[in-house]
């Protein structure tokens, strides 16, 4: 089976955004408003469970004050606060404090010589993807991507399958024929209940525990090649698709 497009995760996969801007971001945020809340590197990986920037907000509200979150002036005080957050994540990322993981952006460029498309399958904003690529591909960046699916084009986030298969629809392939390279848990699931072959590249928060039905399970994307990547497709669709999703990723 051909390998046609590479799926995109963004938070994680192509750079270390989370550690390095949005919890920063977020605490930024919660100062400026005048609130006592602070997310440590510790709660914010936990808090990473739930996708979105908005949805992860709500929740940890309701955590700490269930009544005033379900208050009716919850949900905008929530959107301006993401807002902000928003913004001073662009300040960060303008300032240069975020960069692509290794092994990235060679990755990138493989494929687009070779012919292969590309696109972005993720929960945070297209705002926050759009200053990505600006800042650490430049204008041109934004070529390499055929579809971008990002933030709220589809009501349910990972991981649900609703993001991948908006991103198939738009590139017009079936999920075989792709591969999404993730780094979480959530963003396995979310793929591979598309349908969509996974490779997992682990970030600062991934965790070391096993997430099942990965072709792979590796520390970085330093050093994998065009080639290495076809390698491990054209595996995963000799496998019988009864036993795609029993299988443990390997670590690599």
């Not at 709220?152 to 993001?163: E, G, T, Y």
């Not at 096993?210 to 080639?227: F, H």
């Amino acid at each position: 089976m051909t390998l046609r497009a590479l799926l995109w995760d963004v938070d994680g996969t192509l750079a270390e955004t989370e550690d390095e801007g949005h919890r920063i971001a977020f605490n930024r945020a919660f100062a400026e408003a005048g609130l006592n809340w602070h997310w440590d590197g510790a709660l914010y990986g936990e808090l990473l469970a739930i996708t979105g920037g908005k949805e992860r907000l709500l929740a940890w509200w309701r955590r700490i004050d269930p009544t005033a979150a379900d208050a009716p002036a919850a949900a905008d005080m929530v959107r301006r606060l993401h807002e902000r957050k928003t913004a001073i994540y662009g300040e960060l990322l303008s300032r240069g404090a975020i960069h692509l993981r290794p092994g990235v952006q060679a990755l990138l460029l493989q494929a687009q010589a070779a012919g292969l498309r590309q696109a972005i399958a993720t929960t945070t904003t297209a705002e926050n993807v759009t200053q990505l690529i600006d800042v650490t591909l430049g204008p041109g960046g934004h070529r390499l991507f055929e579809a971008v699916g990002a933030g709220d084009v589809v009501p349910a986030k990972k991981p649900a399958p609703d993001i991948y298969l908006w991103v198939l629809e738009r590139l017009g392939l079936p999920a075989h024929e792709c591969l999404a390279l993730e780094d979480s848990a959530v963003g396995a699931r979310a793929a591979q209940a598309a349908g969509v072959p996974v490779l997992l590249a682990r970030s600062r928060y991934t965790g070391n525990a096993a997430i099942p039905g990965c072709l792979d399970d590796l520390a970085s994307l330093e050093g994998v090649d065009l080639a290495a990547l076809q390698r491990w497709h054209a595996a995963a669709c000799e496998r019988p698709a009864s036993t795609r999703k029993a299988d443990m990723c390997r670590r690599g």
